[in-house]
């Protein structure tokens, strides 16, 4: 196609250059490129003409936009959200993958470090341990004596015998069971969640205390709830912090004139909740200090190492639970435990 307005503009540019400029000595010759070659898109898709086959400079009429030409800009900014989505959904797995191994390696930790824990309480209940495993294997040497004198006697009585056996039996097993708790206590083992009665995990506590009460002069009282406490957790590890706080409920009166020393413990329903509550007779703890006793490190005993408290409490929030200490109006400090309550099967 012949373009007569890039003809015009072209001549009228040769025009001014020849006017302004000096007068050649030979006359020049210039060829305009004046000319346009275009092409009919509709006909190239009907004849199957690709663009890379049209020479340079040609000019498509009739062309239909494609997507990219019509939505340019969406379709940029559309791909940038999509590409601001990704990379913050990597970076949400990727903080959520370091969370979940920070988890893991805390609460590798906090096991470790409750059952170094334990350890050190087993040599403060060594003489209830004692006691706990003295007394059947005590009365099994009874037995066995009883019965040896029965056996040597002219007629031995067959009956006395089995009742004598079933008292033999009887307190192995119950030997058996001090050993089985005792391991269970002590054992370094992984957190395990189970669904545990919150009053036989305090009762059996109390058992292991009860020498230990004894040695410090203190009078052990329990009054648990009646109807059971169902609580999700690892049995362990609430029975390590009942046994912390009791024995620090004891240790508060150690330096306490004569007079009432008691450790009550009780348990009951709060709404959602199981509560247990650790109340001693002792002087109670300064207003100041009450906010960090739970703090690790803080310990008001002189060989104390400060982290009994500091355990319990990342024990109990490890749970779902939370822990706290105030002065009771009688005198002496208490200590609550909450807990949720395990959800009904």
């Not at 006909?43 to 690709?50: D, F, K, P, Y």
């Not at 997507?67 to 999509?82: F, K, M, N, V």
């Not at 029975?239 to 008691?262: C, K, P, T, Y």
């Not at 109340?279 to 690790?296: H, M, N, Q, R, V």
Request: charged residues 20%; neutral net charge; glycine residues 6%.
């Amino acid at each position: 196609m012949y373009s007569f307005s890039a003809h015009g503009v072209e001549a009228a540019e040769l025009t001014l250059r020849v006017l302004m400029g000096p007068v050649p000595s030979e006359p020049q010759i210039l060829e305009a490129q004046t000319n346009k070659m275009l092409f009919d898109w509709r006909q190239m898709q009907r004849w199957g003409i690709s663009e890379s086959s049209l020479p340079w400079g040609s000019k498509i009429l009739f062309h239909d936009p494609t997507a990219w030409d019509q939505y340019r800009w969406q379709i940029s900014a559309t791909a940038a959200a999509l590409l601001l989505q990704a990379v913050m959904i990597t970076g949400l797995l990727y903080e959520h993958r370091r969370r979940r191994k920070a988890e893991i390696e805390a609460r590798q930790r906090l096991s470790e470090l409750a059952h170094l824990n334990r350890h050190a309480t087993a040599g403060e209940l060594s003489a209830s341990i004692a006691h706990e495993l003295n007394q059947p294997l005590g009365a099994i040497l009874n037995n066995a004596e009883t019965a040896r004198i029965i056996l040597n006697s002219p007629s031995p009585n067959l009956d006395e015998m089995k009742t004598i056996v079933d008292e033999i039996m009887r307190d192995d097993q119950r030997a058996t069971q001090v050993i089985r708790r005792l391991r269970r206590l002590f054992k370094k083992t992984v957190s395990e969640t189970q669904n545990i009665d919150f009053n036989e995990t305090v009762s059996e506590a109390l058992q292991f205390l009860s020498m230990q009460a004894i040695e410090h002069n203190v009078t052990l009282n329990s009054r648990l709830a009646q109807e059971p406490l169902r609580v999700s957790g690892d049995r362990i590890q609430l029975q390590q912090v009942f046994l912390n706080l009791v024995i620090n409920g004891m240790d508060a009166m150690a330096g306490a004139a004569s007079g009432r020393r008691e450790v009550t413990c009780s348990t009951a329903v709060d709404a959602s909740s199981a509560k247990i509550s650790i109340a001693d007779s002792g002087p109670g703890i300064p207003s100041d200090k009450l906010k960090t006793i739970f703090e690790p490190f803080f310990t008001t005993k002189g060989d104390g190492m400060g982290m009994g408290l500091s355990i319990a409490r990342t024990i109990v929030e490890a749970h779902g639970g939370t822990i706290w200490a105030e002065n009771q109006s009688v005198g002496g400090a208490v200590f609550h435990v909450s807990l949720p309550l395990a959800k009904a099967n």
